[in-house]
């Protein structure tokens, strides 16, 4: 009974600390997506046990969006996937950028240990995490993020294999 009852009370201390930790309002401005993706990669690229292969199309892809808030979700991404690879594997992962029907689609790719079917349902609820540390509001909050700008965040994984985010903006860029 008296274990209920701290669960109880830790899940309304992190209902209470999410409801407090609301993200600022967006200050949404043309952004270079491109740019932002590859600011956010260098910051992971120094891990000497990953391997980062990131593609750029040549062509600037813009979005209207808030800066801060598009950085904190790739930087949010990479780490979960450098944080999914097991310390027995050479950790690799590939993120790309692709423009596709005025969208910009963002992809990356790793070879962790994957999503088990039971967790999928849960990854972008608020507070749940399968790390030993860490508030489980990442995701949930990268997923707010993205939606707020009009756009999707969805993955596919496999166990053992690895796991794919897709993160998708609508742009600005006109096509010729």
């Given amino acids: 009974e008296t274990i209920l009852e701290q669960i109880d009370n830790l899940s309304n201390i992190a209902s209470e600390f999410s409801n407090f930790a609301v993200m600022p309002k967006a200050v949404n401005e043309m952004l270079c997506i491109n740019d932002v993706l590859k600011s956010a990669t260098a910051l992971f690229s120094e891990n000497e046990d990953i391997v980062i292969n990131i593609e750029l199309p040549d062509e600037r892809i813009d ?36 423009l596709l029907d ?43 993020i993205v939606e707020g700008t009009g756009g999707f965040i969805w993955f596919e994984s496999n166990e053992d294999v690895g796991t794919t985010f897709f993160i998708e903006f609508p742009t600005a860029t006109k096509r010729l």
């Fill in 102 to 144: 005025l969208r910009a689609l963002i992809r990356v790719k790793d070879n962790g240990t994957g999503i088990s079917e039971n967790e999928k349902d849960k990854v972008f609820v608020p507070n749940f995490t399968t790390k030993s540390s860490g508030m489980g509001i990442g995701l949930a909050m990268c997923k707010n």
């Fill in 63 to 98: 979005v209207f969006a808030d800066k801060n808030q598009v950085l904190r979700v790739f930087n949010n991404v990479i780490k979960n996937a450098i944080q999914a690879i097991p310390d027995d594997r050479e950790g690799k992962i590939d993120i790309d950028l692709q």
